[in-house]
Every structure is written in C-alpha cells, then in structure tokens.
C-alpha cells in the first residue's frame, strides 16, 4: 500500500512538472529562434507578470506585443511569470541570450540588485515599467510607472468639482496595502477630513465584485442614506450598482447615486457612455510607447533626462465621454 | 410517582436534543438571532420594494441571508456527502466553481467578449457545465478513491490549477453576457419577490431528500464512513461510493457557479467564489458533522451553510472591517473544534451524568 502511494506521489510531481514545463514552453518559445537573424535589430527581453492576472495586464501585455515588433525593427522576447524568483531566473536567462534591452515589470520589489548588476557589467540596459523595484537608480535607465496617488486625487478632486448638496460616501476599497488601494484611499481619506464629508461605510472588498454587492448591499439593508459610490476598481464598482439595482436606487447621470470607478475597462467606459455610472479613473497600462521613445532615445545616443516616467491618466466623465474614448482607452 | 417518571422522560427528552445533531447549528442561530435582536431589532425588518426594472423585490437583512446563503447551502450538500464518505474534505470547489463559471460564459458568448445576443440557450450552457464540473468531480474522486490520497491533497491539485484552468477556457477573456433572462437565476424572477438563489437551494434541497429517501446512498454512504474494511465485506464497493459523492459534489459546483456567474452577469477568475470552500467546510462542520467522516446529517449542513451566511450579514452590519470576517469566522471553528473533541465530549457527558444523579439522589434523598 505505501509503495502504491509512493509511486503515485512520484507520478502526479512528474504530471505536475511536466504541465508546468509544458506552460514555460508555451510562453518563452520565441528564445529559440530569437537570435538568428539579427539582421540589425534591436534585441529586448519582455519580463512581464501573468496577462490572466487582471484585464489591466492584458491590455498591458498586448500593448507590448504590438509595439515591440520586427516591423519596428525588434527582435522581441516574451517571459512570464508572478513569481520573483522566476522572475530573476528569465532575467539571467536573456542576459546570457545578449538582448540590448531588459524590460522588467518586477512582481516583487526586492532581490534584483545582483541580477541588474549582472546586466549592467554584461551592458544590457535594463528599463522599468508599471512596478518600481528597491535597487539603486543607476542599475536601469527609466522606469515607467502610473501615480496611483495621483489617480486618486484626479477623482477626488472631480468628485469636488460635483458641488453636490450632501457627500455621503461608500467607499470600497481594494486589496488593503496595495499600491493602488493606498493611492486611491489616500486621496479620499484626505477630502473626508478635511471637507467634512460623511463616509457612510469603508471597507476592503479585495477587488472582488461580489463582496462589495455584499456590502453595498449592507449599507442599503441598514437604512443609511448615501449618495456616492467611490469603488477603487470596475469590477467592485459593477457589483456595488448589481445591489442598487436591486433596490431600486438610481444611479448615474442626474440620478440619485453617484457611481465612480477606476482602470477603464471596456464595459465599464460603456456605462459611462450610456450614464448608468459616472467617473472611471485610467490606470494607464499603455507604457510601449513610453518604452519605445526612451529606446529610441538612447539609440540614437541621447540621455533621458528623467529616470522616472510618470505617465498621463485620465479621468472620465459620463457627460463628456465619446465613443472614441471608449474605443482608444478601453481596456 | 407519575411527576418523577415526567421529570425524568423530560430529561431524556432534554438529552436527545442536546446529542441531537441539529442542536449546533440551532443553538449557534438561536445566540444570533438574540445577539440582533437585542442589538437592533430592525434587523429583522422585510419591507417590500420595487427593483429598477420595475420588479417587486423583498428587501431587508433576513433576505440577504436566504439570497447569498443559498451557495453554500448548495455546496454543503456535496460537501457533507464527501466528508461522510471519504473522512476528508474537497478544498477544490471555488476553484471548480470558477471553471464551472466560465464554462457557461463560453457557451453563453461564443468566442465574443460581449455578445449582443446569447449564443446558446442557458439550459445548454448549463448542462455542459455540470458535465464539466462533474468530471473534474471524477478527477478528485478518483485520486481519492482508487489512489488512496488523502482527499486534501487530491483537491489541492484543482486548488492550485482550477483557476488558470477557467481563465483559459475563455482565453483570458472576461465574457459579458447581456441577456436579461440569464439574471434571474442570481436575482429575481419577474413578479416574484423572493430571490431565485434561495428556490434553487430548495429545489436541490429536494432533490437530495428523493434520492436519499428512494436510494440506499445514504445508508451506504455513512456505512463507508464509519468502515470501509467491514462494508467491503458486507458487499459495498467503498471505492466506488467515495468516486460517486465527488461527483455530486461536482453538480453542486455548477449549480453554484450558475448562481455565482448570474449575480454578476460576468466573471472573474482570480476572485470569483474565493474561499467559499472553506465556509463550505465550516457549514459542514457547524452542522456538527463529524469531519473524519461517517454519520451525517445534510439539513443541519444546510442550516449550518445559513448560519455562516447570517454571521456574514450580521457582521457586516455591524461594519466589522470584511478583511477581518474570516478572523471570525476562525473563532466560530475553534469553537466547535474544541466542543467536537472527543477529551472534551467525554468530560461534557461525565459531568452531565453527574449532575442527572445528583438531582435524582435529592430527589430520592427528599
């Protein structure tokens, strides 16, 4: 019986092996016939996290994918993962590979130094985007990132500019700690104490659409009268007009509630246009353009002048939105 | 005479509440009913209202505990089953309820993020769904019942790959389904005021009472659980009966996911049904179900599946930060570990022989 269940073990780690060797090949794939005809292209490795991980990182991925092409003269490398340390371990392997570029979107904050110094002396400029890394500034060239802080207060300040009667406020609030979550908290938190706003209910719903319709919920079962939905996401903002809906409570354009939310998903810019909600705030995740310009740059032996890229994001407004914007910022 | 012969069948009677079953998960319903109703009696209010599509709804706290607790009613019937039979638990049903999930949006929407129309009726949808579900039931089961792994290590394979599983079946997609009809079974029937999910539960509720009634599964079932080795010899195959409960759990996990993905209309696969195994778990064990398997009993799981849902309401309500529910929720399981424990049991029962003895000699005595 123990031999059974020895060889069974053994079986599903080698079942669990080989999945994951099948999934590594699917992704890196291009490595193998990468290098061959460098006919004068610009080598980049791609160290991204998951595309399934939200619909922020697939648009980011695709953003990528479309940028970093032969057409504009790339020779492009694609490695994934949410982990650090495999993370680290595709970073050593383009370095031996001698891409020109590192583009990195680090899971983790810290663990790099070694490997960007590995990089440095083997003469791969490494290039940052979307997450900042705990390593001295002189190890990559730029980093491109979005200003959650900022993101908040562009809405913070567009809730202001509402000068609606009363501000009762249900704020739902992402995976507490998050750089987002704090961004976009910190800049409401800021307006409450300091404009007297009522914040009728806070709570973490860790972007998750159904635990904000729970709480949304609450808050509608309790009795307690509100008339602002601050959602640090779209998903947990749809969720919180799924519980309004059933209650009856208007919301949008010229209604009762006023339903913000951030990322500019597609559907969500959708709502926008047809009134039901009434802000969503971008979390940029177009950086391969920035990318492409700094490349660019130092190609043609320029200097970036700043090390830290912040990107333009938007805020939209359901009176202004067009069917353009829906179509270009739709993620 | 009479009057000592009352007092002493009333004990009994006292006693076989107390050794019953169903007795936790009413007592544990009873302390919070009290606790809202000493609190805030409103708690209790239902007041009937219009949806804004013009519907008439029932609204109040006890009608999001029938709405969002029907889930887990639903998943504790499997999930008793499993735990009788197999004297383990499947911590794989969120992640299936994710596959589930996106197995009716892929039938639903076609390769389209966002049809305008349905691609396919629900019930079509549905049906692949549960066939799906069920076999990824088979999965587990199999790994449980004729590999002989322990049955959480066997869904932790599910748990770790279920939910990459889901995203992949829509392409890393987020489908959007933009039919009226597919809301009614996470909302309401028009012209109907109670919510759907809760006439699902019933209906599953039904359904499990026939078969047990009409079927040995149930004998069977808790025989394999208590024995495996004698009901082998009394001609049960254990093994087969271990695959079967996976199985009807993995239908529980699609009429699940139905009701998960219809709340929402949409899904999303890293948080969609996130935990839910563990209050599946809780709602097995709070209706006093013994977690190593053996005798069991589905209503006080179902009862035990509200009672969690009521403490998640109750404790929103009293805007307990929801990242600290599950502190609470860990309380309410030390709790019944402690109670459930055999050391414990034992002093429990010799205390109360003591006490039964001791008024029964001053009764003697007087």
């Not at chain 1, 939905?229 to 799924?242: F, Q, W």
């Not at chain 2, 499993?82 to 999930?101: E, M, P």
Request: aromatic share 8%; charged share 15%; proline share 3%.
């Amino acid at each position: 019986m123990f031999k059974l269940k020895k060889l069974v073990s053994v079986i599903a780690t080698a079942a669990i092996c080989l999945s994951m060797a099948s999934c590594g090949e699917s992704k890196p794939a291009a490595g193998g016939t990468e290098a061959k005809d460098d006919g004068g292209l610009i080598k980049v490795g791609i160290i991204n996290n998951d595309p399934n991980e939200s619909g922020y990182r697939t648009a980011n991925d695709k953003d990528m994918k479309y940028t970093f092409t032969k057409e504009n003269g790339f020779d492009a490398s694609f490695a994934y993962s949410l982990k650090n340390d495999e993370q680290i371990g595709f970073a050593q392997k383009f370095i031996q590979d001698e891409v020109d570029y590192l583009l990195l979107s680090a899971a983790d904050t810290a663990g790099w130094d070694s490997v960007l110094k590995d990089a440095q002396d083997a003469g791969v400029k490494v290039i940052l985007f979307d997450r900042t890394i705990d390593a001295d500034p002189s190890l990559y060239e730029a980093s491109i990132v979005s200003d959650m802080d900022k993101e908040g207060q562009t809405a913070v300040d567009w809730l202001k500019g509402q000068n609606l009667p009363k501000y009762e406020i249900i704020h739902i609030q992402g995976v507490m700690g998050s750089a987002a979550q704090k961004g976009r908290s910190g800049a409401l938190d800021t307006a409450v104490s300091e404009l007297g706003w009522t914040m009728v209910t806070q709570q973490t719903a860790e972007w998750n659409a159904e635990k904000a319709q729970q709480i949304v919920q609450s808050v509608i079962d309790s009795g307690k009268s509100f008339n602002v939905i601050y959602a640090e996401n779209d998903d947990m903002a749809k969720g919180a007009v799924a519980a309004l809906d059933k209650a009856n409570i208007s919301h949008g354009v010229g209604k009762d509630v006023v339903v913000m939310g951030f990322d500019c998903n597609k559907w969500a810019l959708e709502e926008l246009l047809a009134q039901n909600w009434n802000y969503d705030g971008q979390c940029n995740p177009f950086q391969a353009s920035y990318i492409k310009e700094i490349i660019d740059t130092l190609e043609n032996g320029g200097t970036i002048a700043e090390k830290i890229v912040i990107m333009d994001e938007k805020g939209f407004d359901a009176t202004t939105i067009t069917q353009a914007d829906v179509d270009n910022y739709g993620i | 005479m009479s009057t000592k012969a009352q007092k002493s069948s009333a004990l009994d009677i006292l006693k076989k509440i107390l050794s019953n079953q169903i007795f936790i998960p009413i007592s544990a319903l009873l302390i919070l009913t009290i606790v809202n109703l000493i609190v805030d009696p409103s708690f209790f209010e239902i007041s009937l209202g219009y949806s804004s599509d013009g519907n008439p709804v029932l609204s109040g706290y006890l009608m999001t505990i029938i709405d969002y607790g029907s889930e887990l009613a639903i998943l504790a019937i499997g999930m008793t089953l499993v735990t009788a039979a197999s004297g383990g638990q499947d911590i794989s049903v969120g992640a299936a309820i994710a596959i589930a999930g996106s197995v009716i949006l892929r039938v639903l929407c076609g390769t389209e993020t966002s049809p305008e129309t349905i691609q396919a009726p629900i019930i079509v949808a549905f049906l692949v769904s549960v066939l799906v579900a069920m076999a990824f039931g088979a999965f587990n089961g199999v790994l449980v019942a004729y590999f002989r792994i322990q049955p959480m290590v066997a869904t932790l394979i599910l748990f770790t790959a279920g939910r990459s599983i889901a995203a992949w079946i829509n392409n890393n997609q987020l489908p959007i389904v933009n039919d009226e009809t597919f809301t009614y079974f996470g909302g309401f029937i028009p012209g109907i005021p109670i919510p759907t999910p809760f006439f699902i539960a019933i209906a599953c509720i039904i359904v499990t009472a026939l078969v047990l009634k009409f079927t040995n599964l149930g004998l069977y079932v808790q025989s394999v659980g208590i024995n495996e080795q004698s009901s082998r010899l009394n001609g049960l195959n254990p093994k087969f009966i271990k695959f079967i409960t996976f199985v009807i759990l993995g239908i529980c996990v699609a009429v699940a996911g139905l009701i998960k993905v219809s709340r929402l209309s949409t899904i999303n696969y890293s948080v969609i049904a996130k935990d839910i195994e563990m209050d599946a778990i809780l709602a097995v064990a709070l209706g006093g179900n013994v977690l190593s398997g053996g005798k069991f009993s589905i209503t006080s799981s179902i009862l035990g599946a509200y009672v969690i849902q009521f403490l998640t309401t109750t404790l929103y309500k009293f805007e307990v930060q929801s990242a600290a529910l599950s502190a609470y929720k860990a309380i309410v399981v030390i709790i019944l570990v402690v109670i459930s424990a055999p050391v414990v049991r034992e002093k429990a029962s010799a205390i109360w022989k003591k006490l039964v003895n001791k008024k029964a000699a001053a009764k003697q005595a007087g």
